[in-house]
């Protein structure tokens, strides 16, 4: 027994619309991955905040005039390489058990290096110069 035209064709209108369902799917499938992606990294994100939230401890209250502590002494930052791989590795071997001297300047950047040399005369290896509008 053949097939009759009306079978094939109707297989054939079949065959099309399952391969345009094919083709949906597979761009359903990097859509998902994609927002996957996105939801890991926003997981990622929440950890993080969450950890610098319990490093801070309970919230307190300010003080009278001239007996508030700071909040944020010594706080821990927690690295981040996917922001910016090569400031990461320069900042991971030049902070010493995870503490770093930022000195920032403009334009005087001779006198400021001066003023920097004299504050830390005992040249400690965990500094790091940034130059603004140099």
Request: glycine share 4%.
């Amino acid at each position: 027994m053949q097939p009759s035209d009306g079978h094939v064709l109707l297989l054939e209108a079949k065959v099309s619309v399952l391969q345009s369902e094919l083709v949906k799917l597979k761009t359903e499938n990097k859509n998902l991955l994609l927002i996957k992606q996105q939801m890991q990294v926003a997981e990622q994100e929440r950890d993080a905040a969450r950890k610098q939230l319990l490093e801070l401890g309970p919230p307190r209250k300010a003080g009278p005039w001239g007996t508030a502590k700071s909040l944020r002494t010594n706080q821990a930052v927690l690295p981040d390489e996917s922001v910016n791989p090569d400031l990461a590795k320069l900042l991971q071997d030049v902070a010493i058990n995870k503490e770093l001297i930022v000195g920032i300047s403009n334009n005087n950047v001779r006198s400021m290096l001066q003023v920097y040399y004299h504050v830390f005369p005992t040249c400690p290896h965990n500094w790091l110069c940034l130059l603004l509008d140099a």
